[in-house]
């Protein structure tokens, strides 16, 4: 029942953090001589100033910067004998430090972006003393107690009027054995924007209730009630068979696995390949030459590492005779240079000469090509050298090097698109290693309890099911095998400046930035367009990735999917869309309250189902929308599947952290944690990810229809009134203010605010209120028809103001 839109913005907005850059132009500083011979210096002009990130190359450079005095901040770092320092300098000094072999590396902050900041904080002590000047008034928006692993804790939110004042502080009183306990909340703000307030701490015993107090006055209180709730009562499960997976997977074994249950399984799953092959766990194979940036030369094959790339060698070498000029000659597969030689013999050749004669040379540029170091003007003189070109890449040998056909588990006892379908994709980041033994381990279940367990064949003649393991095979091999830490795909869309051996980790595509809608080419925030070894580097344009493509394939021809979860780690987060906003912190449009609802609801079922495995408990503060508990992620998969297809998306984020109770400190668990730890959490998420088809079957069997109520109902009263609507489940309310009837063009009902109830309509004038509601289930009240006009069996109420 949901019309969905594409949600594109053609918006005038800053550049978004990520990606930021500054061009810095040097002056003539060239300097007349006098008459005595001494420099006739100008008098410097006034110049604006940056705050920059400067590379310095070695411990003398770092000690001239003193030297020189310049304006340092109090952030350095070094690795490897290199120096990142944080500085705030004008265009002058920036062309004298590169006489020491100090470059910009980054610019960080100018001169009118300060001002402008400054100009905000104005601002911003203005609307404090606005806010602080009355008491406030205090929202508690949930006051909840959960056990974990090993600890009792209280979580409480709130809301303060003055809240976006920093100043504005929340206390929490409470008891626990008859002690009264107080703590300070912490406040949440994001991107300039407050959110709320929150605290959490292990208790003793459960309190009954907590009282919050501002220090601006404002007072308010609420009962603790159990996050996630108990299990319901039944019939407990006597034959469940699970835990399927003893180890990680590379995505040749994950598919391989597929296949296998294809075959043991054949009445249940089909295997789909999709249509969009990868790139390939492939590289163009290269080599450096040379010791320092002026005299480097970087050579890349034509042909991938694998197909003959890797078996072409190069050699610089000194003929041996003077005064002799630089010639290419190619035998095979080696590349000849005689470098060029002065009458004393000595080599001359400098790097560009180097350059552009293998360029040049029609038998060497089919085999290879030659750039100078990142862009370098190549002006130092190159040295004999013989280097063999190499791919780098370490797989062993069943590790196909050819583009990747991504696959999808398809199961169910209908899969003909007649069953309302859930999808579950993982590892679109290539380094989280347990997103798809989540996958895999589902899987298993699904058939291996089907003949069995009543529950699980439930599911599987009643759903129809989509598992994609690995949306990124490349990455992922490379994760496995060359960088552990590959977040991307493997395709580089760099120029040669970065196209050097030495950047071969940071190429690539982040998957899930790569999709249309939010994403960075329309202004949103999380990702970037311009910088190709960014870790969120966008791509070329809005889904050039077919890792991308094969999501929205898989969508596109399987319209029956109505549910999908995508798999990530690590930090145990559970969110749906808005995924994104933009450089003002305006969201992709939120759901109504009636579907945010919903994903609460469903929420309810499947963090119980994660829970009840090993007792982890997916916090509050880590459950809602992304925007509201982590941050903007432009161009993710879940928003297109949300606002494109109106699939109601998640994104896991397994790994939940750990506590510690010797420490009383929360740990992170890490991409890669030891297996121990990975196979804990590929068993509960997998609970989670069967949550997710209780809550798809549960959806497909209701057939009963909402119902609604105005509160107060229709009437007369002395003056303005907030009406507020009730449901029967969660559903959107459609309604109109003006007399006419009510069609899904109409207004709806949305939240009142960021983690708020549904928002309350003030009537003001006498008015006749219709509206219907529609639940998740596209069931609409008293099967109204909102497209035909025959029926009017809408509601009405009239509310008449004296």
Same mark, same amino acid.
């Given at each position: ?8 913005? =053609? ?52 000690? @001239? ?12 770092? #070094? ?13 002058? #000094? ?158 040749? #074994? ?8 294809? @075959? ?106 030659? =750039? ?23 797989? $062993? ?104 051996? =030495? ?157 510690? @109770? ?13 297996? #121990? ?34 509160? $107060? ?48 309509? @003030? ?19 008293? =099967? ?19």
């Amino acid at each position: 029942m949901k019309k969905r839109q594409k949600w594109k913005k =053609n918006l005038m907005v800053m550049t978004a953090m990520t990606g930021l850059g500054f061009s810095v132009f040097y002056p003539d500083f060239s300097t007349p001589t006098s008459a005595v011979g001494q420099p006739d210096l100008p008098l410097p002009k006034e110049e604006s100033f940056s705050i920059v990130q400067l590379e310095v190359p070695n411990q003398n450079a770092k000690d @001239k910067l003193l030297e020189l005095g310049i304006d340092l901040t109090h952030r350095a770092s #070094e690795n490897n004998g290199i120096f990142e320092v944080d500085a705030v300098v004008t265009p002058t #000094e920036i062309s004298m430090l590169k006489t020491f072999g100090i470059k910009v590396k980054d610019t960080l902050v100018t001169e009118k972006q300060w001002k402008t900041r400054a100009a905000e904080r104005e601002a911003a002590l203005q609307q404090e003393t606005n806010l602080t000047a009355a008491e406030d008034s205090l929202k508690i928006l949930r006051a909840n107690h959960y056990t974990n692993q090993s600890e009792t804790f209280l979580y409480i939110e709130a809301k303060s009027t003055a809240g976006a004042s920093a100043s504005t502080a929340l206390t929490a009183t409470w008891t626990e054995n008859g002690v009264e306990k107080s703590a300070t909340l912490s406040r949440k703000v994001d991107a300039g924007e407050y959110l709320y307030h929150y605290l959490e701490v292990p208790v003793s015993t459960i309190p009954a209730s907590v009282k919050l107090e501002s220090s601006l006055g404002g007072a308010a209180s609420s009962a603790v009630t159990e996050w996630l709730g108990k299990d319901k009562p039944g019939n407990p499960q006597t034959h469940y068979v699970k835990d399927f997976v003893d180890h990680y997977m590379d995505p040749t #074994e994950l598919y391989e696995r597929a296949e296998n249950l294809a @075959k043991e399984f054949p009445d249940l799953v089909d295997i789909i390949e999709m249509p969009n092959k990868t790139n390939g766990y492939r590289r163009l194979a290269q080599a450096q030459i040379g010791s320092t940036q002026e005299n480097s030369v970087v050579v890349t094959s034509k042909a991938w590492g694998h197909e003959g790339g890797n078996d072409i060698s190069v050699e610089f070498k000194n003929p041996g005779s003077n005064d002799s000029s630089l010639k290419i000659n190619v035998e095979g597969k080696k590349v000849l240079v005689d470098l060029a030689n002065n009458s004393s013999g000595q080599i001359i050749s400098t790097a560009k000469q180097v350059v552009d004669a293998i360029n040049a040379d029609s038998s060497a540029s089919a085999l290879i090509t030659a =750039n100078t170091y990142r862009g370098n003007a190549g002006t130092g003189t190159v040295s004999s050298a013989t280097v063999k070109l190499t791919d780098g890449l370490i797989a $062993p040998a069943n590790i196909s090097r050819d583009p990747f056909t991504v696959k999808a588990i398809r199961i169910g006892k209908h899969r003909d698109g007649s069953k309302p379908g859930v999808l579950g994709y993982a590892q679109e980041h290539a380094r989280e290693w347990v997103t798809p033994l989540v996958t895999i381990e589902t899987a298993e279940r699904l058939l291996r309890n089907y003949a069995h367990d009543g529950e699980t064949k439930k599911l599987v003649d009643n759903l129809d099911i989509f598992l994609v393991p690995s949306t990124n095979p490349d990455g992922a091999h490379y994760t496995f095998y060359d960088y552990n830490m590959q977040r991307k795909n493997m395709t580089n869309y760099c120029g040669p400046a970065q196209s050097d051996p =030495n950047n071969r980790n940071n190429w690539g595509v982040d998957i899930n930035r790569n999709h249309s809608v939010g994403s960075a080419f329309d202004g949103f925030v999380g990702a970037s367009t311009t910088n190709c070894t960014s870790g969120t580097f966008a791509g070329p344009a809005e889904t050039s990735e077919p890792e991308a493509k094969n999501i929205v394939w898989l969508a596109d021809e399987n319209p029956n999917i109505k549910f999908a979860m995508n798999i990530h780690s690590y930090g145990g987060y559970f969110m749906w869309s808005p995924g994104a906003y933009d450089a003002n912190r305006t969201t992709l449009p939120r759901p109504t309250a009636g579907e945010e609802a919903f994903y609460w609801a469903a929420s309810d079922t499947i963090l119980n189902d994660i829970q009840d495995y090993r007792g982890t408990v997916i916090l509050p503060s880590r459950t809602g929308p992304v925007p509201d508990v982590l941050y903007s992620a432009a161009g993710n998969s879940a928003d297109y599947l949300w606002y494109e297809k109106g699939i109601y998306a998640w994104d896991f984020e397994v790994g939940a952290d750990l506590w510690d @109770k010797e420490t009383q400190k929360w740990k992170p668990v890490g991409f890669q944690p030891s297996f #121990e730890e990975g196979h804990e959490e590929a068993m509960e998420f997998a609970n989670g990810l069967i949550g997710m088809f209780k809550v798809a079957y549960n959806q497909s069997k209701d057939h009963q229809r909402p119902t609604s109520k105005v509160v $107060p109902g229709g009437g007369k009263f002395t003056g303005p009134v907030d009406v507020t609507f009730e449901t029967s489940e969660p559903a959107t309310i459609y309604y109109t203010l003006d007399g006419s009837r009510p069609t899904f063009e109409s207004a709806k009902i949305n939240l009142s605010g960021v983690r708020e109830d549904a928002e309350a309509l @003030k009537i003001a004038k006498t008015t006749t209120l219709k509206w219907f509601s529609v639940d998740a289930a596209g069931n609409i009240e008293k =099967n109204y028809n909102p497209i035909s006009k025959d029926k009017s069996n809408y509601n009405s109420a009239t509310i008449t103001i004296k």
